[in-house]
């Protein structure tokens, strides 16, 4: 069962209404999207609320305090230091390894195309930051070299980059992991890495919406591009079949983010905002999967993105994205009572 946070709390309704009035405002995209986001189980908004986020916060600080606090406690799931990996079958009754987003899942029927791919971008900076805090004595740039002979299929070089996965796997919390569709991004690759689109690394941060990847400085950002199938997703107890569990994003499964924007409830998937123009036919479906170990063969591509974000057309690019999601669902009327402004 669904729920609106408007309908949850009238103080809550009136802090988010309020915050979400100017496009100028700190948090006027996470509050537009609180109050536009139809995909909120009810159960789960009642947990949202008993970590003290739902309220009339005297303050943006507050309500990102309350935020982060359910984040730390319902979603970012901490490792098991006596196991290595993240596990291969989630059950959604255990709370030490289960996000809520898995507890009270929107399912995309992606998670039943088994041999459909998934794309995801790793930055080798985040790599070497995990294997650094486990005492392995690796730089970046010996990451780098690894994952582009790997790329080669030596097998040296294999075998000692699956070691490092299984090390970065082991490090990181157990949250739950956001991956594009293959499908949706395949035009900016070639069958071998000399045919792809020249700017492809750019590019697919772009239509992926990741505005956290910005080299403000000259200094480019290496990314290390998975590609797997839905089959190599854990999976949840209690789901039909061979089906995995590939939900929609909401806005309770991360941190706020100028570049996210909920999908209507019609649409089997999230949809990223494209932060550099925005052609509806090139929109790319994302889902979010249970935390699983990335493996050697899943490395697709290593890249450098170079462009930073311009912030200033992030109000355009989201108008943009509510028109597109208009026409998807042929809801003319979806983010009018929210976004009214920028369109």
């Not at 929107?106 to 790599?127: A, C, F, N, Y």
């Not at 030596?154 to 299984?166: I, P, T």
């Not at 509510?322 to 983010?335: F, M, V």
Request: net charge negative; aromatic share 8%; with cysteine.
């Amino acid at each position: 069962m669904a729920a609106l946070f408007t309908d949850i709390d009238s103080d809550f309704a009136s802090f988010l209404a309020t915050t979400a009035a100017s496009a100028s405002g700190p948090c006027w995209s996470a509050a537009r999207n609180f109050l536009l986001d139809e995909r909120i189980h009810q159960t789960r908004a009642e947990r949202y609320k008993a970590h003290g986020a739902v309220a009339g916060h005297g303050s943006i600080e507050a309500w990102i305090d309350f935020h982060n606090t359910y984040l730390e406690e319902e979603i970012f799931i901490r490792g098991d230091d006596f196991v290595s990996e993240p596990p291969k079958n989630i059950d959604p009754k255990d709370f030490e390894v289960c996000p809520d987003t898995f507890r009270f899942p929107m399912l995309s029927s992606l998670g039943k195309t088994l041999d459909s791919d998934l794309i995801r971008v790793q930055k080798v900076s985040s790599v070497g930051n995990v294997l650094r805090k486990l005492e392995e004595n690796i730089s970046e740039q010996d990451i780098l070299t690894l994952a582009k002979d790997a790329l080669t299929k030596d097998q040296k070089a294999l075998q000692e980059l699956e070691g490092l996965l299984q090390a970065f796997a082991s490090g990181r919390n157990w949250q739950p992991v956001f991956a594009g569709v293959w499908k949706d991004l395949s035009d900016l690759f070639g069958d071998a890495p000399k045919q792809d689109s020249s700017d492809w690394p750019n590019t697919l941060r772009d239509r992926l919406g990741l505005y956290h990847y910005d080299p403000k400085q000259s200094d480019p950002i290496h990314i290390l591009v998975f590609r797997y199938p839905a089959q190599a997703v854990p999976r949840l107890s209690g789901l039909d079949g061979e089906s995995r569990p590939l939900t929609i994003p909401c806005v309770l499964d991360g941190g706020f983010s100028d570049a996210f924007c909920p999908a209507p409830q019609e649409s089997d998937t999230g949809y990223t905002m494209s932060l550099r123009e925005a052609d509806c036919s090139k929109l790319a479906r994302e889902v979010l999967h249970p935390a699983m170990r990335l493996r050697a063969g899943h490395l697709f591509r290593v890249g450098a993105i170079t462009h930073p974000i311009d912030p200033g057309t992030i109000k355009e690019q989201r108008g943009l994205h509510l028109a597109c999601l208009q026409d998807i669902s042929k809801r003319p009327e979806y983010g009018r009572h929210t976004d009214e402004d920028l369109f």
